[in-house]
């Protein structure tokens, strides 16, 4: 028999930066609110990234609109929440790397520009001075986004985490969710049993197991990631923007006085570490020459949170799961949409607009998708 004390209106599994957000929002909204984490708050993959807040997704433009309708709330966070999550002006430059690929991109840019991404076509000459480590002559031109950010996810999460206990929710860590009954709202975990008029499963790269805990399928799995950095490669700290080449998926940006070296690579393939380093070994010197004998080392490793659209699920379990919503899966851009994602769950729950399309988030959209 569940404990009086522990029911509550909306029950968050996961405390990372999603979870934290939809805490905050939703406490804001008057809702009572408690959040379960297994372990401490924001230390799985939100622990785990780049640090990067952008709004242009060159290909999903549906993700930029998430991303830019996020970045009005990352600018008055310090005067909301009272935590200074250390924005700071980072640019992001898109390489086009061959005609086909340039006119598949700059067609979509008008649609980009529609939700609000600001964006300028750069020739290669342009973008060399942005990126001065770049070959110029290997680019066909590229994109630049100058609303892309460094940001700091740990303050993001203990901002939003402060905040939401202040407005009232209750955030318990080291307590891990075994089981889930979706017809009663029961919820046992390994600090005794809640239940909860709605449940939230914002448990990043395990959302598929804890839907499973109720019978549900929710298609969001982990799958290994890699940082790499290079060795130093001036005397001073290197500024240039994250830069982005769509085609092979190589991203890079200064990190003191290396590189930090990324890969857009997903896949369900083993072995995957070794076919990512290789790719990257081999991807750098293409698009940046001076670097042909300069080493990678792994900076460090994570756990990317995947679904099969590579854009996260969010939304509402149908039948006898109604009372599930989920936002999982933001596959690499989690801290740019985690502001956005708060308010749609809140909005969900509450049976409001949340004003955005959630047909490309839909479980029917990912169905259409075979994993990669
Ligand atoms: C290498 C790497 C680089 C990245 N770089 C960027 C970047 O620069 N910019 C960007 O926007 N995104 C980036 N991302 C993606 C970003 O990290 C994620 O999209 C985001 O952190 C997801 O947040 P989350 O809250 O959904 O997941 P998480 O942070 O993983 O939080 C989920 C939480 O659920 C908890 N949990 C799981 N199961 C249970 C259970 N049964 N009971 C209770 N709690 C449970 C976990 O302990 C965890 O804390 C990167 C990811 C990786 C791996």
Redo the contacts with the bound molecule.
Sequence with gaps: MPDRKNKTELLI?????????IAYHCAEAGIDVVL???????????????????TYFPKKVHDSEL?VRSLPEFRSFAGKTGTDIGLADLGLLTCLTSPEQAAEIEALLPAHRDVGVKLDLLTPAQAHEYNPWLDPATIEGAVWSPECYR?K?EMLVKGYADAARKLGARLLNE????GLNARTGEVT?TAGDFTADAIVI??????G??AE?AGMELPVWGQF???LHTDPLADHEIDTPFTFHPVSGLKTMGMGKSFLV?LERISKQEGMRDIWFKAAVEELPKWYPNLDDIELHSA??????VTPTKS?LIGRGEGEHERILF????????????PTAGRIVRDLHRGDDPGVDLTPFSLATSSEHTPA
């Design positions: 599994i996961g405390g990372g930066v999603i979870g934290v957000s379960l984490e297994k372990d401490q708050f924001g230390t799985a993959t939100t622990s785990q990234t780049a640090r990067a807040f952008r991303a940001v996810p307590t891990t969710v075994t975990t914002a448990a990043g790269p395990w959302s197991d804890v805990l990631a890699e940082l990324g460090w490793t994570g756990t990317l949170d996260a936002a999982g899966g933001f596959t690499g851009h989690g801290l740019a949409h985690a």
